[in-house]
């Protein structure tokens, strides 16, 4: 692939935000939506939520933002910490919004899981669908079910998400590092989910994690972007973080990984030279573009690709 990267599209401290994480595009008539997580302080921690941006077609302008589109989720429920990502999805005349809840837990850091809200209103407001989620852990799947991304294709919804399969001590790590991989489930109706019960990607590295996958149907295949790590040592170590990985599929049910294939190697400086993640990639005018986070985990905004040959 070659790519024309576009660079940052927008920094959330000129619109008064803290980070804006996992950008999600949806395309409407005359402007591009991307909805994100922000962060605002809790105490010494951060909840995250949910705004949008929306920008002219050409990226070159942000006509409008708005903040906190969806209300913090309530004490004791799956998301009472924060929704981070947040993916939407046009789906007869309503826009659903598959949400990834966090809760702070005591022996590890966190638990998640994935919930659903609908728009009623064009995507300017969310409700949630019920305080509880629709896809969380199980026997096989015991926890850190999140990153849901949802499309239908061939009248069933599918849904890429990720899975923990253990939290693990390293040496010299204050507190145990969590290991996840993409899975994949399927639904008649977007509520009820069958998984698969299986790591749908090989890995490349040792105790790889594998995080935020997108699928998107472009030129007779679909394509899978995500983003991968080592477990331990990643927050700073330009060896260890986030970088974005590749995979191809003709039939959705077997996938091959071949990560050289995207090309898309980090810098040695500027906004993106220290980490690339939380890919989305979307199709426009039968363009293909794909937007990611940067440095510190979105704390520097989020930037845009456009593929101009495969």
Same mark, same amino acid.
């Given at each position: 692939?070659?790519?024309?990267?576009?660079?940052?599209?927008?920094?959330?401290?000129?619109?008064?935000?803290?980070?804006?994480?996992?950008?999600?595009?949806?395309?409407?008539?005359?402007?591009?939506?991307?909805?994100?997580?922000?962060?605002?302080?809790?105490?010494?921690?951060?909840?995250?939520?949910?705004?949008?941006?929306?920008?002219?077609?050409?990226?070159? @302008?942000?006509?409008?933002? @708005?903040?906190?589109?969806?209300?913090?989720?309530?004490? !004791?429920?799956?998301?009472?910490?924060?929704?981070?990502?947040?993916?939407?999805?046009?789906? $007869?005349?309503?826009?659903?919004?598959?949400?990834?809840?966090?809760? @702070?837990? *005591?022996?590890?850091?966190?638990?998640?899981?994935?919930?659903?809200?609908?728009?009623?209103? !064009?995507?300017?407001?969310?409700?949630?669908?019920?305080?509880?989620? *629709?896809?969380?852990?199980?026997?096989?799947?015991?926890?850190?079910? *999140?990153?849901? #991304?949802?499309?239908?294709?061939?009248?069933?919804?599918?849904?890429?998400?990720? #899975?923990?399969?253990?939290?693990?001590?390293?040496?010299?790590?204050?507190?145990?590092?969590?290991?996840?991989?993409?899975?994949?489930? *399927?639904? $008649?109706?977007?509520?009820?989910?069958?998984?698969?019960?299986?790591?749908?990607?090989? $890995?490349?590295?040792?105790?790889?994690?594998?995080?935020?996958?997108?699928?998107?149907?472009?030129?007779?295949?679909?394509?899978?972007?995500?983003?991968?790590?080592?477990?331990?040592?990643? @927050?700073?170590?330009?060896?260890?973080?986030?970088?974005?990985?590749?995979?191809?599929?003709?039939?959705?049910?077997?996938?091959?990984?071949?990560?050289?294939?995207?090309?898309?190697?980090?810098?040695?400086?500027?906004?993106?030279?220290?980490?690339?993640? #939380?890919?989305?990639?979307?199709?426009? $005018?039968?363009?293909?573009?794909?937007?990611?986070?940067?440095?510190?985990?979105?704390?520097?905004?989020? !930037?845009?690709?456009?593929?101009?040959?495969?």
């Amino acid at each position: 692939m070659i790519w024309n990267k576009r660079g940052q599209i927008f920094i959330p401290q000129q619109y008064g935000m803290e980070y804006a994480k996992s950008p999600q595009a949806v395309v409407f008539a005359d402007f591009v939506r991307i909805y994100f997580s922000a962060c605002k302080k809790d105490g010494e921690k951060f909840i995250s939520y949910v705004c949008f941006a929306d920008f002219t077609k050409d990226f070159t @302008r942000v006509i409008r933002t @708005r903040k906190q589109i969806l209300p913090d989720g309530n004490p !004791g429920c799956f998301d009472e910490h924060g929704i981070f990502p947040f993916s939407p999805y046009f789906f $007869d005349g309503n826009m659903l919004a598959y949400t990834s809840g966090w809760s @702070r837990r *005591v022996s590890v850091s966190v638990d998640t899981a994935i919930g659903l809200a609908v728009s009623t209103d !064009g995507g300017e407001t969310f409700q949630r669908l019920g305080e509880g989620p *629709v896809l969380a852990s199980s026997r096989t799947e015991p926890f850190l079910v *999140v990153d849901g #991304y949802v499309r239908r294709f061939a009248d069933q919804f599918h849904m890429w998400y990720i #899975y923990g399969k253990e939290w693990k001590t390293y040496a010299d790590c204050a507190q145990p590092e969590r290991i996840y991989k993409i899975g994949h489930a *399927v639904s $008649d109706n977007g509520k009820d989910w069958q998984k698969d019960g299986k790591a749908i990607l090989p $890995d490349i590295i040792s105790d790889e994690c594998q995080a935020l996958p997108c699928v998107v149907q472009f030129e007779g295949c679909y394509h899978m972007f995500f983003c991968y790590r080592y477990p331990y040592d990643f @927050r700073n170590n330009r060896a260890h973080t986030y970088r974005l990985g590749y995979a191809w599929s003709h039939k959705l049910n077997d996938w091959t990984r071949c990560d050289e294939q995207l090309n898309f190697e980090m810098p040695q400086d500027g906004w993106d030279s220290q980490m690339q993640c #939380y890919p989305h990639a979307f199709v426009m $005018d039968r363009k293909l573009y794909l937007l990611y986070n940067g440095n510190a985990f979105g704390k520097y905004g989020f !930037g845009l690709a456009e593929l101009e040959e495969m």
